[in-house]
């Protein structure tokens, strides 16, 4: 069973930049599809990118450009590279993991969880 646990959060001003780390381990990422989450407050969680089939990407509308996913295989390591941020991407940012079949965007698509880390964006 693949553990995640999410790392990097933390307090930045508008237009301030943040990585997260989302670590694996009983499983490793190449064999999964990776994607990041995110749940603002008082709202449902939410697609933000995915990373599968080693170098596919894809991301929300509200984050092209901005932010980029990656992993190393190596490091059994997923990133959030996130840039430009502003207020409203303030939320508790997630790792999920599937067992690799697409890239999918639903949250019901995928088994494995971190924790979550907290991102709050101040203007």
């Known amino acids: 069973q693949v553990q995640l646990v999410e790392s990097g959060g933390g307090l930045v001003q508008a237009g301030g930049s943040l990585r997260l780390s989302c670590a694996a381990s009983g499983g490793t990422v190449s064999s999964y599809s990776m994607a990041w989450f995110r749940q603002p407050p008082g709202k449902e969680r939410e697609f933000v990118a995915v990373?599968?089939?080693?170098?596919?990407?894809a991301y929300a509308d509200f984050v092209k450009g901005r932010f980029t996913v990656s992993r190393d295989n190596t490091k059994n390591t997923v990133y959030l590279e996130m840039n430009s941020l502003q207020p409203e991407d303030t939320a508790v940012y997630y790792c999920?993991?599937?067992?690799?079949?697409?890239?999918?965007?639903?949250?019901?698509?995928?088994?494995?969880w971190g924790q979550g880390t907290q991102v709050t964006v101040s203007s």
């Open positions: 990373s599968w089939s080693g170098l596919i990407t």
């Open positions: 999920a993991a599937k067992p690799s079949s697409g890239g999918g965007q639903l949250a019901s698509e995928y088994a494995y």
